[in-house]
Antibody, heavy 122, light 112 residues
Framework: QVQLVQSGAEVRRPGASVKVSCKVS????????IHWVRQNLGEGLEWMGG????????IYAKKFQGRFTMTEDTPTDTAYMVLSSLRYDDTAIYYC???????????????WGQGTRVTVSS | DIVMTQSPLYLPVTPGEPASISCRSS???????????LNWYLQKPGQSPQLLIF???NRASGVPDRFSGSGSGTDFTLKISRVEAEDVGVYYC?????????FGPGTKVDIK
């Protein structure tokens, strides 16, 4: 069974950075494209970054450019996201997501990690 | 960014009865390839969201056929032909035509 298994909850001070991991289990990271979506507590879903289906380049939402970075370590099948200069409103659940099946190039995310809660608090 | 809106935001339903959720985008989601880049997700209580429908009307694997999607351009609808208790949760539409992908605010479906 294919799974995305994320690292545990984190607490950070404002201005700090956080790194969240997403391990692909039962599949090869090199065969999929990992995107990141967050959910502010009590609010909806927000796409942060992923891959352009046409050229497979990393793309980041403008809102997060400059402080959000996605990386992949294919030997360990683990993807990472780093969010820096944390603010109180970065408190959220962060999900890694991907499309496994042949659902076209429309970001139909059929596999989600369990989510990682990041709390920004002084 | 493309703005997604949904209505209603809260939908109490009776098991066995139909239900319908509307989603509207601030600009057309029609790609040059002829597909509308509109997906539907359901987030059940305490779970990660799950894909229900992609490209407006295509059910994801394992999704019951009581779920159907329709629409084109800027107006879309998700219908549940006969609601079951397991269908409660928050339904989100999402556009993937233009980066950044954007989600609607969600429609909370609950049993009356």
């Amino acid at each position: 069974q294919v799974q995305l298994v994320q690292s545990g909850a984190e607490v950070r001070r404002p201005g700090a950075s956080v790194k969240v991991s997403c391990k692909v289990s039962g599949y090869s990271l090199s065969d999929i494209l990992i995107h990141w979506v967050r959910q502010n507590l009590g609010e909806g879903l927000e796409w942060m970054g992923g891959f352009d289906p046409e050229d497979l380049e990393r793309i980041y939402a403008k809102k997060f450019q400059g402080r959000f970075t996605m990386t992949e370590d294919t030997p360990t099948d683990t993807a990472y996201m780093v969010l820096s200069s944390l603010r109180y409103d970065d408190t959220a659940i962060y999900y890694c997501v991907t499309t496994l099946k042949d659902y076209g190039d429309g970001d139909a995310f059929d596999l989600w990690g369990q989510g990682t809660r990041v709390t920004v608090s002084s | 960014d493309i703005v997604m809106t949904q209505s209603p935001l809260y939908l109490p339903v009776t098991p066995g009865e139909p239900a319908s959720i509307s989603c509207r985008s601030s600009q057309s989601l029609l790609h040059r390839n002829g597909y509308n880049y509109l997906n539907w997700y359901l987030q059940k209580p305490g779970q990660s969201p799950q894909l229900l429908i992609f490209w407006v009307s295509n059910r994801a694997s394992g999704v019951p056929d009581r779920f159907s999607g329709s629409g084109s351009g800027t107006d879309f609808t998700l219908k549940i032909s006969r609601v079951e208790a397991e269908d409660v949760g928050v339904y989100y539409c999402m556009q993937a035509l233009q980066s950044p992908d954007t989600f609607g605010p969600g429609t909370k479906v609950d049993i009356k």
